[in-house]
């Protein structure tokens, strides 16, 4: 299935930046080019394409089909399902895949279900959660446990023990939120009982909500980025995501950027005296100023 996700990937950053460009901005220009939309755009208004766009499309799917047989398939039926989820679509789709899809498909087919013992259990049952968030699956399939296949039941009770394990308001969230499955609304939805949750789950609630309340883009980050990610990946993230920011993120980053100009005229001559071989990346500087205050001009020091 490799080949599958590793196309769907690439399909949507595509640009047709010759023959169909611009006819691309005048029949697809409101389009969010993501997922691959600007194509099946394209692939919908063909009658009223230039014939130098129908030829480049033409050589486009020629050439891409000859890489993958799926390709035509994989914009038709799972342009909306997310890269890591599309042997689900693949397999929900199977008896409508076009026959070199349809053989190639045959040839993965045996390694994706040994593999994923879950897998026709999800398309069978849990299909429409391929589009939701994660954990929409996991939680789907634990729902309904009782109708699963028995090497799926396996996993689900593992994958539920592990659950449980790591997550100290599994139990909770499960009696007084059971259908929250994003981040966010789960901990909305938590805090709101949080005198009847067990002590575990409410001490990480309540860690949780003085977070939120002492970085106002803490809730966009959640929602919007991996978790994980570095102070410089987390600042991307959310430029990227802008328009769907909450005023308050919106806000506190202007007033972030504003300090942190000011940081910088106010701190460039430490920065260079003190760190200068600091990287300029994750707040390294920022640390090793910091690691440094006895040394720190005045004016600077105020402001780290």
Do not use: W
């Not at 047709?16 to 080019?33: E, H, M, V």
């Not at 996993?155 to 009696?175: G, H, L, W």
């Not at 977070?211 to 991996?226: A, T, V």
């Amino acid at each position: 299935m490799k080949s599958f996700i590793l196309l769907l990937v690439l399909i949507p950053s595509i640009s047709f930046a010759n023959d169909c460009k611009k006819d691309a901005d005048r029949l697809c220009g409101g389009i969010d080019p993501g997922k691959n939309q600007v194509y099946l755009c394209l692939k919908d208004h063909e009658i009223e394409l230039t014939s130098a766009c129908k030829q480049e499309m033409r050589a486009f799917v020629q050439k891409t089909t000859s890489k993958n047989p799926c390709f035509s398939d994989l914009a038709d039926f799972c342009s909306d399902v997310d890269p890591s989820k599309v042997e689900y679509c693949i397999l929900k789709n199977e008896a409508r895949l076009s026959a070199s899809c349809a053989r190639d498909f045959q040839s993965k087919k045996g390694n994706l279900i040994v593999k994923n013992q879950c897998a026709l259990d999800i398309v069978n049952t849990c299909y429409k959660e391929v589009s939701g968030p994660d954990g929409s699956i996991n939680k789907c399939l634990i729902r309904n446990k009782s109708k699963l296949s028995k090497f799926c039941q396996n996993n689900v009770t593992n994958i539920e023990k592990k659950m449980k394990a790591s997550n100290p308001c599994y139990d909770d969230q499960e009696k007084f939120c059971p259908t929250q499955v994003k981040f966010v609304e789960s901990h909305d939805c938590l805090h709101k009982k949080l005198t009847a949750l067990s002590p575990a789950c409410k001490k990480v609630v309540s860690e949780e909500q003085t977070k939120m309340i002492s970085n106002p883009c803490y809730k966009d980050l959640k929602r919007h980025c991996e978790p994980g990610i570095t102070p410089n990946a987390q600042v991307r993230c959310l430029t990227v995501n802008d328009q769907h920011l909450t005023n308050a993120c919106r806000q506190y980053r202007v007033v972030m950027e504003g300090n942190v100009n000011k940081m910088v005229n106010a701190c460039e001559a430490d920065r260079l005296k003190l760190c200068a071989k600091a990287p300029m990346k994750d707040g390294m500087v920022l640390k090793c100023l910091r690691s440094k205050k006895a040394e720190v001009s005045p004016g600077c020091k105020n402001l780290i």
